[in-house]
């Protein structure tokens, strides 16, 4: 009889241990980013990292191909669903493409947004922008605008082709310059595409000026692509000839601002980026919000985050760097 007993009370321990261990057992949130070795998705990673340790019961899987393409991004996702994570939070290389395999997650109750580069409604639950799309390619314009006295021929630099973020962006630019009577003396000669690869990013630069030998100034709205131009622009010898802004990390700008090949760049800080979508969710997967229009997520250090239409979501506005506060910037990301 006490030997029966010694063997339940053992059982009713261990199942109480056993029980706890899996209450402790943390969140598996998965970052899924364009490609691996891009510090501005690294930086992400660092945000990410930063809110799990303040919320305390969250583990971050970080992850991404090797080459930036919609296929890799989706062996990823079929993965991460096998693993039963609780959470991803992915930069799309395709808004369409990506579609069934994250339907499939939520299936599986997953909770998925995406930030940075979206993916279309119906594909997540949230998207978060880091500032509004108008506004970005507006001030690209302006940057540019103000730098080559808002006359002359410009390119722009962009990432991929099916870049959500990149080709909203683009669509501004281009209609701000058609239509804005401040750049009526400006024009767009072209819009090429380094895929975020430095190298290829490197070559599509120094094929502009072969290509438009009057051209006063690029754009180039991705961090790999401005500073792949940044270098371009040094290396051909035309700095203070061909002017160069985007949005770029100001570790890497730093030299470019230095040397006068880039004066002024803007971006959003992708730690705060990466933190506040760690956050949201969170709140997902807490059931704090569904994700509906009207639903405030609360992003600890960042705040309330209002959800808008279509699961919209907007962290801030663009910062503009330049040799006054590069230095100061180029030691935080």
Known sequence: MKKTLKVLVLLLVLAVALTGAAMAAPLKIAMVVKGMGNPFFDACRDGAEEAAKAMGDVSIIYQGPATPTAEGQIEIIDSLIAQKVDGIVISANDKDALIPITKKALSKGIKVISFDSGISPGGRLVDLVPSETPLIGKQQVELIGALIGYQG????????????????????????LSSNAKYSKMKLDAVVYGDDLSDKSYREAMGLFESYPNLKGIIAPTTVGVAAAGKAITDKGLIGKVQLVGLGLPSEMKAYVDNGACKQFALWNPVDLGYTATYITFDLIKKQITGKQGDVAKAGRMGD?????????????PFVFNKDNVEKFSKIF
């Open 153 to 176: 021929e410009i390119a722009i630099l962009s990432a991929t082709s099916q870049a959500t973020n990149q080709n909203a962006w683009i669509d501004v630019m281009k209609k701000e």
């Open 305 to 317: 985050i209002k959800i808008g239409a279509n699961g919209s979501a907007v962290m801030g506005l």
